[in-house]
């Protein structure tokens, strides 16, 4: 029955990646798992209803680490009363992780059902079906069972045709621990003991609609729920670990007001009877869109009252946005393949801060878009080892690695500027045909393109192929000259690239690009759209004087750079001292020309006297935007001899503002968050009054004497940590920690210069340690990106690539090579700049 025969293997692709044929279609699973949570184990009955479209002997589904015990086909055609019958081998390919069930006979074409028994781990590496501790209100140990199937590990936990395409219908039946709560994505019909053991229960859930394979998920556990109704009926739950209910009343609201906003927006009512948010103890991602049960590290979904802060609300209102978006796109409507991910996500994205925007707005969190997403893109998109937003991929490790800031964040980048080009009536309707036309189907880029095409008439396949095939992205260099009273913009297009140099193919490359001008008039602005669709363009404006503000691409809303002629710049340089420019438009043209500083383009030392110019600033999201360049540039000087002196410089631009906020909150929550940074970026920057000042709250919260709120407590510790708390790396390794904590704490700590070298040389040291506890997991890739990144030299970037060719970690390639080429980049800007930076920072001490 289980004979492994050898010459099967043969007959598979040596490679390991493997597209599953379409001889046979599944329809309807019946899909029934008992789960023990004492052994960690789950055994699993499940019978296919499946469509035989060609002749075959052989049924070929996904399935890895499962053992399966049994498989039989029935035919169904409606006349004979049909036997179940043996398969005759099952062969299990790990490789290329699909089980072959071979038959006797050729199968019946039409309808049958294939019936298997298997078994399986609940494993401990958050994926598939899954285990997970944590310590409850009690002080005992607990455990959750929970899946993670995106992108391809539903195969993990039942085999399956698990491809986004092979979209079925699910019902599912859990047989679990009586005492438990156990959801699925769709509500219970029926509960009843278990026959066989009373100390377990039968929990069965109502039919799903047609849906993917990676959308499907289970949680068993110890759970308290919060709960609301929507008015068309749906219920809504926030699921928390028992005693902690309180802490999930924020993201209930935030679920039920986005479920609204997008009911309405898309015009199709939510198509689940109830929506549960759940949190879970360990999580590889900050949350997962699991059609009806959304699933969230618990970080992201819990809000604590007077101590989470403001950024985390926020935080946790964009991630609830994002996965209630995806029940239409992504869920509805799935993309055919993994290549168009970005279609999924891209869009999530962008929805996330569309909904919030309307939701909450006077956070701005489209500012927020700016910083955190579409300027660090903008830098990774230029870099050579990036990649295309559509990209072939096959291999499961393939494909986990595209989960990056190209998918998710260049795709939301991409949707904004058609969103700008096209306008919200137009976006709106498009979207709405698109999911109508699709629902519980499949497409592709091009499908959405159409769509939008249909109802704005313009040509957006045109334009948006253009920006999914070719990676990168372009620059445009502005000029204009004054005619009368006119004035005449010169447009000029070319490929930015991360290093400034241009190779033949960069030469070549060209797109269509949606320009927006603004030119400030005395009653607010006059904004001008055209189709950049030549290397170069010249365009009129009609009575506009030499005098008049002109911006070309205000508020970031296309994905470009742009680099003015001198003139130009220092026009706006005045207008960003007296504040007449919008907040986007400051930070926005501080950086480009911190990008082209970093290309070569323009002299580091521009940058410093720019930088000058926003002395007075005081919106939140512009010192974001100045603290990046500031940490930037500490990283690149921290092993020269002048990185004294640009402390001293870095502290002097933040000084003023922290003189006017000092320490303690108003009631404005934008004033808390730029408190917050100024007083983090001082602390970075080595202020001695303001570590003095840290290190005494610090003392009073170690004694709680006072209560200080979860802003000014991160802050402290980080203050303490520079102080050498450098043991802080081993909490990577702590079991007790989840792994995405113990990664943030990291994160947070890397932001300190001092600790690049020691993390480096723990890394090396520790590298198989590492590899344990993050293989196969997305965050390896991070954890490579950050043990390396901070370095700027030709040295360290060939120790670098020395070391990961003698340790090679598959799955992470790509990402190794983007972070060797950063270092090799920054190397390259040190060896420029550095005498003029060192010679500008004299001279400002001496002036000071
Ligand atoms: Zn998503």
Not at 71 to 77: G, R, S, T, V
Not at 185 to 209: C, G, H, L
Not at 334 to 348: R, V
Not at 737 to 753: A, F, H, K
Request: charged share 25%; proline share 4%.
């Amino acid at each position: 029955m289980l004979s492994m025969a050898s010459s099967m293997e043969d007959r598979l692709p040596p490679e390991t990646c493997f597209r599953l044929p379409k001889t046979v279609i599944p329809h309807l699973y019946h899909l029934r798992m008992k789960v023990d949570l004492e052994n960690f184990t789950f055994h699993g009955q499940e019978i296919v209803e499946i469509d035989v479209k060609q002749e075959t002997k052989e049924i070929i589904l996904n399935a890895v680490e499962l053992k399966i015990i049994s498989a039989k086909f029935k035919c169904i055609d409606g006349k004979a009363r049909h036997q179940f019958v043996d398969a005759n081998k099952i062969h299990l390919c790990e490789k290329s992780e699909v089980a072959i069930i071979q038959f006797s006979s050729t199968l019946n074409l039409g309808t049958g059902q294939l019936k298997l028994e298997f078994n399986g781990t609940l494993n401990n590496k958050v994926k598939g079906f899954y285990r997970s501790n944590y310590i409850n209100a009690e002080g005992e140990e607990r455990f959750v069972a929970s899946t993670l199937f995106q992108p391809t590990n539903a195969r993990r936990a039942f085999p399956c045709w698990d491809e986004p395409e092979f979209k079925a219908k699910f019902h599912i039946t859990l047989i679990v621990p009586a005492d438990k709560v156990a959801l699925s994505n769709t509500n219970v019909i029926s509960q009843q003991p278990f026959r066989e053991n009373k100390d377990f229960k039968v929990v069965e859930y109502s039919i799903t609609p047609l849906m993917s394979t990676y959308l499907l998920a289970f949680v068993v556990g110890d759970y308290d729920y919060v709960q609301d109704k929507t008015n068309n009926g749906v219920a809504v739950r926030v699921y928390t670990p028992v005693g902690k209910k309180k802490e999930g009343a924020f993201s209930l609201s935030v679920a039920m007001k986005a479920l609204k906003f997008f009911e309405e927006y898309f015009k199709i009512s939510y198509p689940l009877p109830k929506l549960d948010l759940i949190s879970l103890p360990a999580f590889s991602v900050g949350a997962m869109e699991n059609w009806g049960l959304i699933t969230f590290l618990e970080s992201y979904l819990h809000i604590i009252h007077r101590v989470t802060s403001t950024r985390g609300r926020q935080e946790t209102a964009l991630v609830v946005a994002h996965e209630i978006s995806h029940q239409w796109f992504g869920n509805l409507v799935t993309m055919k393949w993994w290549t168009y991910l970005w279609l999924n996500e891209g869009f999530a994205m962008f929805m996330q801060f569309f909904c919030i925007n309307e939701l909450f707005a006077n956070w701005n969190v489209w500012l927020k878009m700016i910083t955190d997403i579409i300027n660090p893109t903008l830098d990774f998109d230029a870099l050579s080892n990036s990649h295309p937003l559509e990209v072939p991929v096959c291999h499961p490790s393939e494909i986990d690695e595209i989960f990056d800031p190209i998918s998710y964040n260049k795709g939301a980048s991409l949707l904004r500027m058609i969103h700008n080009y096209i306008g919200n009536e137009h976006f709106k309707e498009g979207l709405q045909l698109y999911l109508k036309k699709y629902s519980y189907s499949n497409t592709v880029s091009k499908d959405l393109w159409k769509a939008f095409e249909e109802v704005s008439q313009q040509p957006i396949e045109n334009i948006m192929t253009k920006w999914t095939k070719q990676k990168g992205f372009p620059l445009i260099t502005v000029s204009s000259r004054q005619e009368g009273s006119n004035r005449i913009v010169i447009l000029s297009q070319k490929k930015f690239t991360a290093n400034g140099k241009l190779d033949e193919e960069d030469k070549k490359a060209f797109w269509l690009i949606p320009v927006t001008i603004r030119i400030q008039i005395p009653s607010g602005n006059d904004d001008k759209r055209i189709l950049l669709s030549d290397e170069t363009t010249e365009v009129i404006l009609t009575d506009v004087s030499i005098n008049q503000l002109v911006i070309v691409n205000p508020e970031r809303f296309g994905f470009y750079r742009v680099n003015y002629e001198c003139r130009l710049l220092n026009q706006l340089k005045i207008a960003i001292r007296e504040k007449s420019l919008k907040p986007s438009d400051r930070l926005c043209i501080q950086n480009d020309v911190f990008a082209l500083v970093k290309a070569g383009k323009v002299s580091t030392v521009k940058l410093l006297e720019m930088l000058e110019a926003f002395v007075d600033e005081e919106n939140f999201s512009v010192w974001n935007s100045i603290s990046v360049c500031a940490n930037e540039l500490y990283y690149l000087l921290s092993s020269t001899d002048c990185v004294e002196l640009f402390l001293a410089y870095a502290r002097n631009l933040f000084s003023r503002i922290h003189s006017k906020l000092g320490w303690d909150h108003r009631a404005n929550e934008s004033n808390i968050l730029t408190l917050t940074l100024v007083i983090e970026s001082l602390i970075l920057l080595r202020d001695p009054l303001v570590l003095e000042e840290a290190l005494t709250r610090y003392e009073a919260l170690s004694n709680r004497v006072t209560m200080i709120s979860d802003e000014i407590t991160a802050l402290i510790y980080d203050a303490a940590i520079s102080n050498g708390y450098v043991n802080l790396f081993r909490t990577l390794f702590n079991d007790e920690i989840p792994i995405q904590d113990s990664y943030n704490i990291i994160s947070r700590l890397v932001l300190n210069p001092i600790a690049h070298e020691p993390l480096w040389h723990f890394f090396q040291d520790n590298f198989h340690q590492f590899k344990n506890r993050f293989e196969n997991l997305p965050l390896m890739s991070r954890v490579v990106r950050i043990v390396c990144y901070y370095f700027a030299s030709e040295q360290k970037a060939n120790e670098v690539e020395a070391f990961f060719s003698n340790n090679p970690i598959v799955g992470v390639e790509l990402g190794l090579k983007q972070a060797i080429e950063g270092i090799r980049l920054k190397g390259d800007w040190l060896k420029r700049d550095l005498a003029a930076i060192k010679s500008f920072l004299l001279n400002r001490s001496t002036s000071r």
